[in-house]
């Protein structure tokens, strides 16, 4: 084994924390962290002692860290959608090589800007479309590239973003409003315009979409409703969304049924009884779903027109009981059913009977179906072995690709469904 590598952590919400930070338990023969910047000063306290950061390399935010000498030989950049760039040229001129939380950046030029700056400062630059590790993508790559359904000529892909995650990171949450984050097609689905890519070995030619945001608005609000759900709302007992009936009482996330992960470590750093109730209390968290800030999306589709001829679909919506997504190739020879939420693949070769191929679910309980770990572990090897991106890991010139569409189907929608060329954004 190489050298240890140090990492400076720029950011410390869920996935900063939960997914980067922990990878220095995972593998400590390869991480170590060196520093850690946050705005919250609690994450900052509670993260150097447990992972024993030195004080005079804690910060209070990006920026101040960012302001040192380079600190470590990786940043990991895990703060919010519109500071990516922002935090990610610096660093690139101090001599860091970066793992990128997705997106890039809601603006188009960043990205470009971005993987300019990458080939001059001879960086590597990853970005985080981790759904590329999980081992059920991994195996549905296999079956693809084996040839068994011949050449792919239409791709639908659904993206199930499930009714309590949307009310939570879209609606209440961080990613509610597009004007200081991105808009939804981009935050929630470069993953999946990534996998799709990815997955066919296929390159876009142009883009049309449609969506709106249909139920989470001030004029669809019930009678009775409440600023606040526990402020004696009188239209509670009708309300999926109701904030208690989520952080509270839902079976497998609520706190009076055990949770003290996610999504309720949002809500409190320490999640317990009396902290998420005061969250409910005087939090975002706790804000009724039809008086909120937010103004991005809850349901689109998406057309994606590729280069070949073939053609793709994705819709994306925030009504379904799932969190999952779910993909059906059509292809010359055959199709593929591939349902992430029962873990399950069906191969059928025309002529045929169906063959179902059960993944079996990862055993290191990370997230994206097992691929947060793998990721974090193959960009560390890849910076001590000195090796350039392989297929798989998404270096910031691939990952721009799966903005270009994503940032096209927005363009789409807000010019309803006008087709959106995507060479031009490539060439800037």
Known sequence: MGRKLKAAIAGLGSRGKDAYVAAARLFPDKMEIAAIADTDPAKVLETAREYHVPEETCFASAEEMLAQDRLADVMIIATQDRQHVKHALPALRKGYHLLLEKP????????RELVRAAGECGRQVVVCHV????????????????????????????????????AHSFVRGNWRNSD???????QKCCHDMDILLWLTGKTCKSVSSFGDLYLFRRERAPEGAAGRCVDGCKARAGCPFD??????DHEEYGILHGN??????????????????EALRSGPYGRCVYYCDNNVVDH??????????????????GFTADISRYTKFMGTKGEIIADMAANTIQLTEFGREAKVIKIRKSEDFSRHGGGDNRMVEDFLDMIIEGRVPDDRMTSVERSVESHYCALAAEESRLKDGAVIEIEPMRRG
């Open 260 to 277: 003290r992960g996610w999504p309720l470590d949002v809500l409190a750093l320490h999640p317990s009884r009396k902290s998420i109730e």
């Open 243 to 248: 904030a208690e009936k989520i952080y509270m």
């Open 180 to 186: 200081t984050t991105s808009p939804m097609i981009l």
């Open 104 to 111: 890039v950046s809601p603006d188009l030029e960043e990205c």
């Open 300 to 317: 689109q589709v998406v057309n994606l027109n590729m280069t070949d001829g073939s053609t793709f679909s994705l819709t994306m919506c």
């Open 131 to 166: 759904l590329r590790y999980a081992p059920f993508y991994m195996k549905l790559k296999e079956i693809i590239d084996s040839g068994v359904i011949g050449e792919i000529v239409s791709v639908m892909a659904v993206e199930n973003v499930g009714w309590w995650h949307h």
